[in-house]
Each structure stands twice: as C-alpha cells, then as structure tokens.
C-alpha cells in the first residue's frame, strides 16, 4: 500500500536567489525591447480578418528587434520552471514576477523613456524591500 509522500521544505540558497534574479531580469529587461521591436504594428490594417493575421504575424517574425528580446523573454520562462522546481512557490513566484517590473522600468528608463519620476523609483524600492523580507523570512 502506498503511502502519500511527505514534502520535504526546499532550501533558500544562493543558486535559488540567483535563479529568481536572472529570471526577473530575462523577463523585465526584454519588455522594453519587445515593446520597440514592434513599433508600427498597430498600423496594419488588411481587408480581412484572416488578412490582418496574416499581415501581423508575417511584420512580427520579420523583425528581429522583435524576435530576439521575445526569445530571451520565453527562456526567461524555461529558466522560471527549473527554478520552480528548486525552490519554494511562495518564494518564487512573488519575487520574480515583481523584480520583473523593476527591471522592466531600469531598462525602460536606460533606454531613454520618459517615466513619472519619484513615484516610480519609491515603487521600485517598496519592491525591492518587499522581495529582500519575502526571502529574509523564507531564510529563517
């Protein structure tokens, strides 16, 4: 008779954290690009429906601006699923998912975007400080 398994507490180490970073960066950094790489999109326009998907696909894979960063984008994902398996959930998805947005303004703003100014930067700590109690308290 088979007995139900017991879940053993995956550790916090410096692989995990690096994981979860590398995530957040692979997703956060790309955005911006993705987002350049397909300037112009919104202006196709075809006669038809199945023509209007056709015209969007065929600008969308024409454009390596586009492709590259959503190739990096989708290993970022990859790289998430490994490091789901390593480690805790509830580590794991709230701390990537919100660096993500942080990396996203860094690069949005590198790249010369305008942004709001202080409310953006006060938001970005108030998640960095969130992220770094979410693993504090996992670590302990």
Do not use: H
């Not at 112009?40 to 038809?48: M, R």
């Not at 993500?100 to 970005?124: D, N, P």
């Amino acid at each position: 008779m088979d007995s139900p398994e017991i879940s053993v507490p995956v550790s916090v180490d410096i692989y995990a954290v690096l994981s979860i970073l590398l995530v957040a960066v692979m997703w956060g950094a790309t955005n911006p690009f993705i987002k350049r790489g397909s300037i112009g999109y919104n202006e196709l326009k075809a006669n038809s429906k199945l023509g209007q998907i056709w015209l969007e696909v065929r600008f969308l894979i024409s454009r390596w601006q586009y492709l590259l960063p959503l190739v990096i984008n989708q290993l970022g994902s990859i790289v998430y699923v490994l490091t789901l398996q390593r480690t805790e959930l509830s580590l794991t998805v709230p701390m990537a998912n919100s660096l993500t947005f942080v990396f996203t303004a860094i690069t949005a703003r590198l790249l010369g975007e305008r942004q709001s100014g202080w409310k953006i930067y006060c938001g970005m700590a108030l998640v960095i400080l969130g992220t770094v109690i979410c693993g504090i308290d996992k670590m302990l």
